[in-house]
C-alpha cells in the first residue's frame, strides 16, 4: 500500500492559550493568535459544555423569512393601512355591502400569508437536503455534522471543494490552498500553512488540511454578510422594483385626488352625510392596486411550490424571475453536459515505458491524493495501489484547475521518481508529437491525460518544463442522457448556449457535437482568447464551444458577456465554477456540487438533472408574463379611478358609485380573472422595462373606461329626474364602466383558448346575473330603469371598446417597451 508522508501539523507549542473567539482579526492580512490543535478533536463532554455556554455556530437558516417575517410583510403594508381605516369608516356609516372590500383584503392578505408559508416550508425542507455538511474530528472520529451543530474549538476537515463554515486557525495543511476572492478581492489562491487565520465564506481550491474553529455563529467574519445576502427575498429583480416604482407614483396621484373628493363630496356638495361618505371612500379605494403585490408574492411563492417538487431549491427568489430573463447560458461540461463519473478507455505507452510499471506509477499517484477528482477516482478504480507495493509518497502536488495538472513524488523500491499527471498540451510544448497522437482521441470526445516524469521539484513554478511523457491514460466521459434535449429547449427559445470548459477545446467540442450543439464544430481555445474586454466579448458572442479555461477566464467571460449587454446564468458544479458562479446573474449548481459552489449558487438542482432547467426558465417566465399582464388590469382600474375623482371634482357632481360597485367590478373583471390569469402556463420570452410595458396600455384603457363611464353618467344625469335618479344614474354607468372593463380583459386574455374565453364568459355572465336576481339588485344597489339610457350605455361601451381596439394596435406600433 502506498503510505503518504506525515502531514505538515508544526504549529504552536503544546500548551499554548486558547484563541480568544472576540478577538479581532483583520480580513485582509490576518495575524492568528497561539492555538492549541487537538487532532483527535472534542470530547463530548466539552462539546456539551460548549453547547450550554452557547459557543454554537447559530447561523440563520439561508433559505427563508421567519414565520412572523412574512405575516409581518403581508399584514403591515401601506395600501392595507388605507384600506384598513376606510374600511373602519365604512363599517360604521354604511350598510356592510358597501365594506365588502374590507374583506376582500383580509381575505387576500390570508391567501398571501398561506401561499408564502407553503412556500417556506418547501424551502426549509430542500435547504436541509442541500445543506453543506462539513468532516468535524470528536473524540478522535471524524464525522459529517450540519454547520449549525459546529462549536467552538471543533476541530474541521478540510478538502478541494470545501467552504470554510466559520473562522479558525489551520491546524494541518497539505498543500492546502483556499481562494478568499469572495471576502478580500484577492485573486490568486493563498497558500495555507499551520497557524495561518482561515475565515469563514472562503474555500479551498487544492490540496488538504484541518482547522480549529476560533469564531462561530455571527462572530464569524463571512456571517453577517451571509445572513443579509442569502435571505428569502423578494424585492431585488425588475418586477418587485418596477412594481414599487409604479407604486410610489400611485400614491402621489392619490392623495391629492383622494383630498380633491373628500372637499367635493363632504364640504361643497349638499347631501346626505353618510351617503357622501359612503360615495367618497368609493372614489378612493379603487385606486389602490391593493392586489398586485400580493398576487406578485402568491405567484413567486406558487413557483417556489412547483419547482420544489422537482427537486430545485430555490435559494434567492428572484432567480425564477432572473433565468427567464436569461439570453445567455454558460454551461460547465464536466457534471452539467456529462455525468461526474469517467472510465478508463485505454492506456497508452511512451517512450519505451513499461506497462507495468507505469500502472503502478498510476496506483501510488492515486493513493496519494485523500481526496481525488473525478478523473483521478476513475485511474484509482482502473489501477488501485498494491498492498506491499512499497511506494511512499514523500511529497504532493494536488490538482488545480488553474494549473491543470497534479503531482506526487515517491520513495519507490528502486530510488525516488516525481511524477505529473495532468492536461498533456499543457504539459508538453507546442510542436510535440505526442499532441499529434492525442487529437484523434480528443476528437471522439474521449478526455486525454498526461502521465510524465519530471526532474524538478513539484513546488518549481516551471516544474512541467522538465516533463518527459511516459503514458496516455484516455478516459470516456458519460454523457447526460438529458443534456440533449435541454439544449435543444434553450436554442428553440432563443437562449445562446456556451460551454465553457477546462478541457481541451477539441474534446469539448466532440461532446457537444454529439449532444447536437450548434457551433460545436468551431471549438475554441481559450489560452488564444483575447485579454480586453470587448474584443472577448466578440469573441465569445461567434463561439459556442471554449476549451481549457481557468477559473479566472470563466469570471471574465462571465464579465464580457454582461458588458456586451446580455443577461447570463451560470452553471457548474466544481470549485473551479465558484467565482464565474457568483458573478452571473443567475448562478446555478448541482446538488452534488462542491460545498463552495452550492454556497454561492441561487440555484441548486438538487437531483443533478441538467434537465430541471427548462422546469426553471419556463416557471420564471409564467412568474413575469403573467404579471405583466395581470399588473395591466389593475393599474387600469387605477388610472380609470384617479381620472373619474378628477372629472367628478371639476364637475362639482356625486360621485356615481359606491364601494360596492366597485367591489363587484373588480371582482368580476379584475381579482377572479387575474388570479387564473397569473397562474397560468406562459412561454413568452421575459422582456425588459416592466413599467413602460404596463402603462403603455394601462393608461390608454384607463382614459378610455374612464371618458366612457362619465359620459354615460352625464347623459344618465340629464335623463333621469326625482327620487331615484341618482341610483338609476349610477346603475348605467356602472353597466358601461363593466363592459369597458371586460373588454380590457377580454384584450389582455389573448392569445385565446378554450378555458380563457370561458374566463371572459363566465365573468360577463356573473354581472348579468347581478342585473336579473331581485335580491341582488337590492344587494348591490344596481337596478336599470328603462331601456333607452340602458342601451345608450352599452352603445357608449361598445363605441369604448371600439376605442381600445385602436388604441391598443396603436400603442403597439408606436410606443415600443424597449426605449429607456
Same mark, same amino acid.
Given at each position: 500500500?502506498?503510505?503518504?508522508?506525515?502531514?505538515?501539523?508544526?504549529?504552536?507549542?503544546?500548551?499554548?492559550?486558547?484563541?480568544?473567539?472576540?478577538?479581532?482579526?483583520?480580513?485582509?492580512?490576518?495575524?492568528?493568535?497561539?492555538? +492549541?490543535?487537538?487532532?483527535?478533536?472534542?470530547?463530548?463532554?466539552?462539546?456539551?459544555?460548549?453547547?450550554?455556554?452557547?459557543?454554537?455556530?447559530?447561523?440563520?437558516?439561508?433559505?427563508?423569512?421567519?414565520?412572523?417575517?412574512?405575516?409581518?410583510?403581508?399584514?403591515?403594508?401601506?395600501?392595507?393601512?388605507?384600506?384598513?381605516?376606510?374600511?373602519?369608516?365604512?363599517?360604521?356609516?354604511?350598510?356592510?355591502?358597501?365594506?365588502?372590500?374590507?374583506?376582500?383584503?383580509?381575505?387576500?392578505?390570508?391567501?398571501?400569508?398561506?401561499?408564502?408559508?407553503?412556500? !417556506?416550508?418547501?424551502?426549509?425542507?430542500?435547504?436541509?437536503?442541500?445543506?453543506?455538511?462539513?468532516?468535524?474530528?470528536?473524540?478522535?472520529?471524524?464525522?459529517?455534522?450540519?454547520?449549525?451543530?459546529?462549536?467552538?474549538?471543533?476541530?474541521?476537515?478540510?478538502?478541494?471543494?470545501?467552504?470554510?463554515?466559520?473562522?479558525?486557525?489551520?491546524?494541518?495543511?497539505?498543500?492546502?490552498?483556499?481562494?478568499?476572492?469572495?471576502?478580500?478581492?484577492?485573486?490568486?489562491?493563498?497558500?495555507?500553512?499551520?497557524?495561518?487565520?482561515?475565515?469563514?465564506?472562503?474555500?479551498?481550491? /487544492?490540496?488538504?488540511?484541518?482547522?480549529?474553529? @476560533?469564531?462561530?455563529?455571527?462572530?464569524?467574519?463571512?456571517?453577517?454578510?451571509?445572513?443579509?445576502?442569502?435571505?428569502?427575498?423578494?424585492?431585488?429583480?425588475?418586477?418587485?422594483?418596477?412594481?414599487?416604482?409604479?407604486?410610489?407614483?400611485?400614491?402621489?396621484?392619490?392623495?391629492? =385626488?383622494?383630498?380633491?373628493?373628500?372637499?367635493?363630496?363632504?364640504?361643497?356638495? $349638499? @347631501?346626505?352625510?353618510?351617503?357622501?361618505?359612503?360615495?367618497?371612500?368609493?372614489?378612493?379605494?379603487?385606486?389602490?392596486?391593493?392586489?398586485?403585490?400580493?398576487?406578485?408574492?402568491?405567484?413567486?411563492?406558487?413557483?417556489?411550490?412547483?419547482?420544489?417538487?422537482?427537486?430545485?431549491?430555490?435559494?434567492?427568489?428572484?432567480?425564477?424571475?432572473?433565468?427567464?430573463?436569461?439570453?445567455?447560458?454558460?454551461? $460547465?461540461?464536466?457534471?452539467?453536459?456529462?455525468?461526474?463519473?469517467?472510465?478508463?478507455?485505454?492506456?497508452?505507452?511512451?517512450?519505451?515505458?513499461?506497462?507495468?510499471?507505469?500502472?503502478?506509477?498510476?496506483?501510488?499517484?492515486?493513493?496519494?491524493?485523500?481526496?481525488?477528482?473525478?478523473?483521478?477516482?476513475?485511474?484509482?478504480? /482502473?489501477?488501485?495501489?498494491?498492498?506491499?507495493?512499497?511506494?511512499?509518497?514523500?511529497?504532493?502536488?494536488?490538482?488545480?484547475?488553474?494549473?491543470?495538472?497534479?503531482?506526487?513524488?515517491?520513495?519507490?523500491?528502486?530510488?525516488?521518481?516525481?511524477?505529473?499527471?495532468?492536461?498533456?498540451?499543457?504539459?508538453?510544448?507546442?510542436?510535440?508529437?505526442?499532441?499529434?497522437?492525442?487529437?484523434?482521441?480528443?476528437?471522439?470526445?474521449?478526455?486525454?491525460?498526461?502521465?510524465?516524469?519530471?526532474?524538478?521539484?513539484?513546488?518549481?513554478?516551471?516544474?512541467? %518544463?522538465?516533463?518527459?511523457?511516459?503514458?496516455?491514460?484516455?478516459?470516456?466521459?458519460?454523457?447526460?442522457?438529458?443534456?440533449?434535449? @435541454?439544449?435543444?429547449?434553450?436554442?428553440?427559445?432563443?437562449?445562446?448556449?456556451?460551454?465553457?470548459?477546462?478541457?481541451?477545446?477539441?474534446?469539448?467540442?466532440?461532446?457537444?457535437? !454529439?449532444?447536437?450543439? $450548434?457551433?460545436?464544430? +468551431?471549438?475554441?481555445?481559450?489560452?488564444?482568447?483575447?485579454?480586453?474586454? *470587448?474584443?472577448?466579448?466578440?469573441?465569445?458572442?461567434?463561439?459556442?464551444?471554449?476549451?481549457?479555461?481557468?477559473?479566472?477566464?470563466?469570471?471574465?467571460?462571465?464579465?464580457?458577456?454582461?458588458?456586451?449587454?446580455?443577461?447570463?446564468?451560470?452553471?457548474?458544479?466544481?470549485?473551479? $465554477?465558484?467565482?464565474?458562479? !457568483?458573478?452571473?446573474?443567475?448562478?446555478?449548481?448541482?446538488?452534488?456540487?462542491?460545498?463552495?459552489?452550492?454556497?454561492?449558487?441561487?440555484?441548486?438542482?438538487?437531483?443533478?438533472?441538467?434537465?430541471?432547467?427548462?422546469?426553471?426558465?419556463?416557471?420564471?417566465?409564467?412568474?413575469?408574463?403573467?404579471?405583466?399582464?395581470? *399588473?395591466?388590469?389593475?393599474?387600469?382600474?387605477?388610472?380609470? %379611478?384617479?381620472?373619474?375623482?378628477?372629472?367628478?371634482?371639476?364637475?362639482?357632481?356625486?360621485?356615481?358609485?359606491?364601494?360596492?360597485?366597485?367591489?363587484?367590478?373588480?371582482?368580476?373583471?379584475?381579482?377572479?380573472?387575474?388570479?387564473?390569469?397569473?397562474?397560468?402556463?406562459?412561454?413568452?420570452?421575459?422582456?425588459?422595462?416592466?413599467?413602460?410595458?404596463?402603462?403603455?396600455?394601462?393608461?390608454?384603457?384607463?382614459?378610455?373606461?374612464?371618458? =366612457?363611464?362619465?359620459?354615460?353618467?352625464?347623459?344618465?344625469?340629464?335623463?333621469?329626474?326625482?327620487?331615484?335618479?341618482?341610483?338609476?344614474?349610477?346603475?348605467?354607468?356602472?353597466?358601461?364602466?363593466?363592459?369597458?372593463?371586460?373588454?380590457?380583459?377580454?384584450?389582455?386574455?389573448?392569445?385565446?383558448?378554450?378555458?380563457?374565453?370561458?374566463?371572459?364568459?363566465?365573468?360577463?355572465?356573473?354581472?348579468?346575473?347581478?342585473?336579473?336576481?331581485?335580491?341582488?339588485?337590492?344587494?348591490?344597489?344596481?337596478?336599470?330603469?328603462?331601456?333607452?339610457?340602458?342601451?345608450?350605455?352599452?352603445?357608449?361601451?361598445?363605441?369604448?371598446?371600439?376605442?381600445?381596439?385602436?388604441?391598443?394596435?396603436?400603442?403597439? +406600433?408606436?410606443?415600443?417597451?424597449?426605449?429607456?
Amino acid at each position: 500500500m502506498t503510505q503518504r508522508a506525515k502531514i505538515d501539523t508544526d504549529g504552536p507549542e503544546p500548551g499554548a492559550p486558547v484563541i480568544d473567539a472576540g478577538a479581532e482579526l483583520d480580513p485582509v492580512h490576518p495575524v492568528a493568535p497561539p492555538v +492549541r490543535h487537538r487532532p483527535e478533536g472534542l470530547t463530548a463532554a466539552e462539546v456539551a459544555e460548549r453547547v450550554a455556554r452557547g459557543e454554537v455556530n447559530d447561523v440563520p437558516v439561508r433559505s427563508s423569512r421567519s414565520a412572523a417575517d412574512i405575516v409581518r410583510a403581508n399584514v403591515f403594508t401601506r395600501f392595507n393601512a388605507i384600506i384598513g381605516v376606510l374600511w373602519v369608516i365604512m363599517l360604521v356609516v354604511a350598510p356592510i355591502q358597501d365594506s365588502l372590500f374590507g374583506f376582500v383584503i383580509l381575505a387576500n392578505t390570508g391567501i398571501g400569508i398561506v401561499q408564502e408559508l407553503r412556500a !417556506k416550508k418547501t424551502l426549509d425542507g430542500l435547504a436541509v437536503i442541500g445543506e453543506a455538511k462539513p468532516t468535524v474530528r470528536r473524540d478522535g472520529v471524524a464525522a459529517r455534522l450540519s454547520t449549525s451543530e459546529i462549536v467552538l474549538g471543533d476541530c474541521v476537515e478540510l478538502g478541494p471543494g470545501d467552504k470554510v463554515v466559520v473562522d479558525g486557525v489551520v491546524a494541518e495543511a497539505d498543500n492546502l490552498e483556499i481562494d478568499e476572492s469572495l471576502l478580500t478581492g484577492e485573486a490568486d489562491p493563498v497558500v495555507k500553512k499551520p497557524g495561518d487565520q482561515v475565515m469563514s465564506g472562503s474555500f479551498v481550491v /487544492a490540496g488538504g488540511g484541518a482547522f480549529t474553529a @476560533t469564531k462561530v455563529g455571527r462572530e464569524a467574519y463571512a456571517a453577517q454578510l451571509a445572513e443579509e445576502a442569502s435571505r428569502f427575498t423578494l424585492v431585488h429583480s425588475e418586477l418587485r422594483s418596477g412594481i414599487s416604482t409604479i407604486l410610489k407614483y400611485v400614491t402621489w396621484m392619490m392623495v391629492p =385626488t383622494a383630498i380633491g373628493l373628500v372637499i367635493s363630496q363632504l364640504v361643497v356638495k $349638499d @347631501t346626505d352625510l353618510k351617503e357622501s361618505v359612503a360615495r367618497t371612500v368609493g372614489g378612493i379605494v379603487p385606486m389602490v392596486p391593493e392586489g398586485l403585490v400580493l398576487l406578485t408574492s402568491v405567484a413567486f411563492a406558487i413557483g417556489v411550490i412547483r419547482l420544489g417538487r422537482k427537486q430545485c431549491l430555490v435559494q434567492e427568489l428572484p432567480a425564477i424571475e432572473g433565468l427567464a430573463r436569461v439570453d445567455v447560458v454558460c454551461l $460547465d461540461k464536466t457534471g452539467t453536459l456529462t455525468e461526474g463519473g469517467m472510465d478508463v478507455t485505454e492506456l497508452r505507452m511512451l517512450n519505451g515505458y513499461d506497462e507495468t510499471y507505469v500502472r503502478e506509477v498510476l496506483g501510488a499517484l492515486g493513493a496519494s491524493d485523500p481526496r481525488p477528482n473525478a478523473s483521478l477516482q476513475a485511474i484509482i478504480d /482502473a489501477y488501485p495501489a498494491e498492498a506491499d507495493g512499497g511506494w511512499t509518497c514523500v511529497q504532493a502536488l494536488p490538482f488545480s484547475s488553474a494549473r491543470k495538472y497534479s503531482g506526487a513524488a515517491f520513495q519507490e523500491p528502486d530510488g525516488t521518481s516525481s511524477w505529473l499527471l495532468g492536461a498533456p498540451d499543457v504539459l508538453l510544448p507546442d510542436g510535440d508529437p505526442v499532441l499529434d497522437a492525442i487529437e484523434d482521441l480528443n476528437a471522439q470526445g474521449l478526455r486525454v491525460l498526461l502521465l510524465a516524469r519530471v526532474t524538478a521539484a513539484l513546488d518549481d513554478p516551471e516544474v512541467a %518544463s522538465t516533463a518527459r511523457a511516459a503514458a496516455l491514460v484516455v478516459l470516456e466521459q458519460r454523457l447526460r442522457p438529458d443534456a440533449a434535449d @435541454t439544449l435543444a429547449y434553450f436554442a428553440d427559445q432563443k437562449v445562446a448556449a456556451k460551454v465553457i470548459s477546462g478541457d481541451n477545446a477539441v474534446s469539448v467540442g466532440a461532446v457537444a457535437a !454529439k449532444l447536437g450543439m $450548434d457551433g460545436a464544430d +468551431r471549438a475554441v481555445d481559450a489560452r488564444r482568447l483575447p485579454a480586453e474586454r *470587448a474584443e472577448m466579448a466578440t469573441a465569445l458572442d461567434e463561439g459556442a464551444v471554449f476549451g481549457r479555461v481557468t477559473p479566472r477566464q470563466k469570471r471574465d467571460m462571465v464579465g464580457a458577456l454582461q458588458a456586451h449587454g446580455h443577461t447570463v446564468a451560470m452553471t457548474g458544479d466544481g470549485v473551479n $465554477d465558484v467565482l464565474a458562479l !457568483k458573478d452571473a446573474d443567475i448562478g446555478v449548481s448541482m446538488g452534488s456540487g462542491s460545498e463552495a459552489t452550492k454556497a454561492v449558487a441561487q440555484i441548486v438542482l438538487l437531483n443533478n438533472s441538467f434537465a430541471t432547467l427548462p422546469s426553471v426558465v419556463a416557471e420564471g417566465r409564467r412568474v413575469i408574463g403573467n404579471i405583466t399582464r395581470v *399588473a395591466t388590469l389593475f393599474l387600469t382600474k387605477t388610472v380609470y %379611478s384617479v381620472l373619474l375623482a378628477i372629472l367628478v371634482v371639476c364637475s362639482q357632481v356625486e360621485y356615481p358609485f359606491l364601494p360596492r360597485h366597485l367591489t363587484l367590478l373588480s371582482t368580476l373583471t379584475i381579482g377572479v380573472p387575474a388570479f387564473f390569469l397569473a397562474l397560468a402556463p406562459n412561454k413568452e420570452r421575459a422582456q425588459p422595462h416592466f413599467v413602460r410595458r404596463v402603462m403603455r396600455y394601462a393608461i390608454p384603457a384607463g382614459l378610455v373606461a374612464a371618458a =366612457t363611464t362619465f359620459a354615460t353618467y352625464l347623459l344618465a344625469r340629464t335623463h333621469y329626474s326625482g327620487e331615484g335618479a341618482l341610483a338609476a344614474e349610477t346603475s348605467a354607468a356602472t353597466l358601461t364602466l363593466f363592459l369597458v372593463s371586460l373588454w380590457v380583459l377580454a384584450i389582455i386574455a389573448r392569445p385565446y383558448t378554450w378555458w380563457r374565453v370561458g374566463l371572459v364568459a363566465t365573468m360577463g355572465l356573473g354581472f348579468l346575473v347581478v342585473l336579473v336576481v331581485p335580491w341582488l339588485q337590492d344587494f348591490f344597489a344596481l337596478k336599470l330603469v328603462g331601456t333607452t339610457m340602458p342601451w345608450a350605455a352599452v352603445a357608449i361601451a361598445a363605441l369604448g371598446a371600439a376605442v381600445l381596439e385602436l388604441a391598443w394596435r396603436w400603442v403597439s +406600433r408606436k410606443v415600443p417597451a424597449t426605449a429607456d
